[in-house]
């Protein structure tokens, strides 16, 4: 199985408190059960968030069946997905390079060793 590697970027509110709050909510098994499945259905094989400051990098393995426009249609028809990301646009702000409605950005590789 051929797989590849996408990372993005997003930026949190920077609210210590808020931070706080996107943490727990993404701590170890506390994730909506709807929204990891979700995840997976997509062809996202593994998922990683890191934080620092108020900036997050996300790093996704995806498998052949991953598009991004996939995962937005299959998104848009899921109204527990729908209802996380309001609960997730409390936490998360939009990057200045982000287009309307988009949080997540992607990022381009310039180094590998």
Known sequence: MNTNRICCACDLVNEPQLIEEYKAYHAQGKAWPEITESIKSAGILDMEIYLVENH????????ESYSAERKQKMDALNPKVQEWEKVMWKFQQAM??????????MMDKIFKL
Do not use: H, Q
């Not at 996300?58 to 498998?63: A, L, N, P, R, S």
């Not at 200045?96 to 950005?105: Q, Y």
């Open 96 to 105: 200045p390079s982000a287009k309307a409605g988009e949080k997540w950005v």
């Open 56 to 63: 997050l990098f996300m790093i996704m393995e995806v498998d």
